[in-house]
């Protein structure tokens, strides 16, 4: 019912809602491994009971006010997304993340949908902080920080592990008096 | 970050999410005796607290994927909105609802955005039957169940009590076929 | 520790709480071809663990108030049953439903049985509308109704899927007034 | 709908369901005084919000299948009760307790409608062993245990608090073969 | 982090906490079948989800201050336990039991380990009455509950089954002025 | 029933169990102004009831295998603590936290205290990576990190709000190899 336009290619923002499972089931399931190559999100999302898991998790995120998962279209297939994985709006903090499968890779389309994702955050609901958390190695979403005009607060040495190798994470951020500042 | 046109006036529809329950509340507020004269709706919505927990009901349903609700916003303001009361997909049916404050009314908002429900409904989650219950004396709504090109399935005799009288249900309805038929 | 006559051959009404798992199991087994023909009952009790949660689920209804389930038992055999599908105690509704297996067909078992649910959901309730749904091709269900002094509210279309082919749902009810007024 | 007689004075046993609150209620506030004794039942029932939440924790024993409540009425008023506050179907096990309003002693009530408790946990539902725990002080109860034939196994000393003096508690108790060798 | 000294021997008693399931089964896998001759405890770890899923329980029994469970370590083997199964504040009683593997049998643990659980009850809990609840046959615990100074009670008779037969159940207890005049 | 000594002058590390709320609360309310000068901690136990959510929180974080709460005694008197306010052991992440009333700093105990903390979380725990997250202008917290060797990873600009204010927090960490290679 509901579609953000994301720029002149025709790509879309909508709600990821539950019933869209078997569609974010064959997102990932074409961009396994890209997806996979630094996040754990595709590991998540394996067979078409963990996506409905995984989609009825955050529809409870919006239900507590606490998360939102929304998805990018290209040419009406759902290709990616952004999602607020936390937000504590009393104390004003938000995490955002994307995902996105390797044939959509290289149009900006994270960069358009973070855009409207952190506009939402700081101008509707008051976020003063919006976090990015992502892996040392991870050139292409520390790109996207970047153009987001996100600074680097720190790298989290040895945070995780993904496949046998501890990562760092590096924590990028922007808050609400420099996003505002840096809208055309 | 969404909102559909309802049409030339600018009126727009919006997922309706537990954090505009200020809105809610005041949109209620400002058209409580004309909201409550047929449905409950405007005695569930008296205060913050309930207007919260009517808007997180909702959530849960579209967590469980059985009902949403969404609202109508003129001129900046909510006037009101349309819901899927109750939503059984493997069945094939839903019921769907409106509440208008009466500023609006007269402008066929609640149409307009009825449309957009049942076209999500039918298109793209394959219900079946959409039903409209309406009190036979609320004959605004009715009308709307009309335009709608719903047909009158029955009455429900005295099937609840509003304000110290039972209420006669009239239960409208529109198949697929019917709906999909009729559209330009 | 309960039983109410149904007339002189001997059969009775029982709450059928969740320790006669086995009991409905065996009757649903015996019917199920015939208690199937209209209605999801016998779909929903398929072995043990199904029949107990069905139970289960009806003696959840008795604790929040809001419906039961009741067995008639003949020569000793549980044969079929009576049920408060929804009870809505504040609105003053309630839907009345039954099954029964073939061998048990012919005596009036359920219009017996039925009766007593609705004197107690009338008298000892204060419930003032009394449904019966059933789908438009079961005659002896609606027979029931007949025999029971309802009337016919309406047809809802196309109202659910039952073996692959929609079904037509009739909405029979009987008021209080009419209910007191025909007893003799 | 259900009611067995306990005898000739016409004295009916009846499931004690939630919608019944305000009759417990009642009961327990005529023989408050009586009934709090010994027993803490009283104290647990002081308005409609607590005895409507001891019968739906009963209730929920029911669909649990861990225990039950009926309620005695004599000349068509609630004057006491008996119930099973636990049962331990697998291991054969369950306690039987009951309180009575003042009015209604010395009329073998108790001991009839106890009678009709046990007869069902032992025949319908398999308990070996039958409890009835009673401070050394409630001599009518006491005398009960003894009129169903059951056998002191044991004082618990100083089992529990009541109204500032620690009580002994008497376990007594009758096994499955015993209560049926003495059935007439 | 903690430990307390059992005495000259090393032992200690720890609190088992649900990260140690894998040691609670390897402790049970050792002393299966002698654990098990009397009490259910050996039959409720089969498995690490089994032994994870009882420690959690008595971990939400700490949380909700209603029970507790403690190790018991022999150069630094895990080899048998006491805990309190159930614990009633307000009312002051306690449960408490034990358990252990044949190799640590005879040395005293298990009372050495039961006097400091009842000193916690009695000193910093305010439990006025200690139970132990044993099977008749079982003499060594019985020997156990002597010489922890405990009254027997009485003798539930055919309690509950174990492997086919019904056992005894012999109630000991200690009361809290007993339990302190008896401290040298 | 459990005491880890801290040193020479007596203070000991003990579990804060939920039946501690008193002492909890009384503890706070000695240092309220202090403990509230740069963390939350001091606004969540205001009273018994918030008192003890706290610790039945902790409990179940227990239970969960995801966090804990310990508490220091000095002379009988809990004057502080450390706390693991989350863990996540597949990950292999943990952040530990402190309190303290003023009349107990300066002697060292916090890092005491913490370092048997994380003497748990890396070796029987199997943490890789141990957090410390402090305000920037809490110079006694960031002074106890130095002392524990940690490395400042980073600093969350305006990462909360405290009193009218938002405050930068710094991330400190130790890292498993760190810690064990520091051990004398």
Redesign the interface.
């Known amino acids: 019912?509901?579609?953000?336009s994301l720029g002149a290619d025709g790509a879309l923002?909508?709600?990821l809602?539950?019933?869209r499972a078997e569609e974010l089931l064959a997102n990932v399931d074409r961009g396994r491994e890209h997806i996979g190559e630094h996040i754990g999100f595709a590991d998540a999302v394996t067979d078409l009971a963990s996506s409905r898991a995984l989609l009825?998790a955050y529809?409870?995120r919006?239900?507590?006010?606490t998360g939102r998962i929304?998805g990018i279209w290209l040419d009406g297939t759902l290709v990616g997304g952004v999602l607020v994985r936390t937000m504590d709006?009393p104390?004003?903090?938000a995490e955002v993340g994307c995902w996105l499968e390797p044939s959509a890779v290289g149009k900006g389309l994270v960069t358009r949908a973070a855009r409207?994702?952190i506009?939402?955050l700081v101008a509707?609901?008051g976020i003063?902080?919006v976090?990015w958390c992502v892996a040392s190695e991870n050139t292409s979403s520390i790109a996207v920080a970047r153009r987001l005009g996100m600074?680097?607060?720190?790298?989290?040495?040895?945070?995780?592990?993904h496949r046998g190798v501890?990562k760092d994470v590096e924590?990028w951020?922007v808050?609400a008096p420099e996003w505002l500042a840096a809208k055309p």
């Open positions: 019912m509901y579609a953000t923002l909508r709600p809602e539950p019933w009825h529809a409870e919006v239900a507590a006010d929304d709006v104390r004003g903090v409207l994702m506009d939402w509707e609901r003063h902080r976090e600074t680097k607060d720190g790298v989290l040495r040895e945070s995780y592990p501890r924590v951020s808050l």
